[in-house]
């Protein structure tokens, strides 16, 4: 894990939430410096543990606090967001080795809070989006169908998958992530 900007008692709830962890953080009080040094620590031991055959997962909360401190280290946004792109590039298969898989939270748009939202989505290989709406239906975990997405996902799906996924993006439009739990419990019958 990679916490930035988060709250100090966190970093135990991670640890105790996954025995055996590795967790990276740096809280909302911290210095932009000590918020990329967390980060490449926890870069590079991702990285040694997938060169040593592991399949390592580095989870990042969040993003946004990242580029920030990217961008205040440098003086420049291009920067912070070419920081946060490279955050993504370290993702890979290694022959011989282990994989490392990068996921990381960004805020919503809607929030008013994610200028860069496009620059990370083409960096992306999936997007999930979250819905307060369908949250405080008490509906967990709670997806929003119609704005995630899963880039080639053509590539991954036989052709009944994907009339499936296709029914399932306009039960989303119509009806919400409500509508999508319905059909695919109809689907499972």
């Not at 040593?52 to 946004?77: H, P």
């Not at 291009?78 to 898989?101: D, V």
């Amino acid at each position: 894990y990679l916490l930035l900007g988060q709250r100090p008692e966190e970093n135990g709830e991670f640890r105790a939430a996954v025995p055996g962890s590795y967790v990276f953080s740096e809280a909302f009080d911290s210095t932009f410096a000590k918020r990329m040094r967390a980060a490449r620590l926890a870069a590079e031991r991702a990285k040694r543990l997938a060169e040593a055959g592991k399949d390592v997962v580095l989870l990042v909360d969040s993003l946004s606090a990242y580029v920030q401190a990217a961008e205040k280290q440098s003086g420049d946004r291009e920067s912070g967001l070419l920081a946060g792109k490279k955050l993504f590039a370290l993702a890979r298969k290694i022959s011989a080795g282990g994989s490392l898989t990068v996921i990381a939270t960004y805020p919503d748009a809607e929030c008013g809070t994610a200028p860069a939202k496009d620059e990370f989505e083409s960096a992306a290989n999936a997007v999930f989006c979250f819905s307060r709406k369908t949250a405080a239906e008490g509906i967990i975990p709670a997806f929003d169908f119609s704005r995630s997405f899963t880039k080639r996902s053509e590539q991954y799906s036989q052709e009944y998958d994907k009339e499936f996924v296709r029914r399932l993006r306009s039960a989303a439009e119509e009806t919400g992530t409500a509508g999508v739990l319905s059909l695919i419990e109809k689907n499972e019958e």
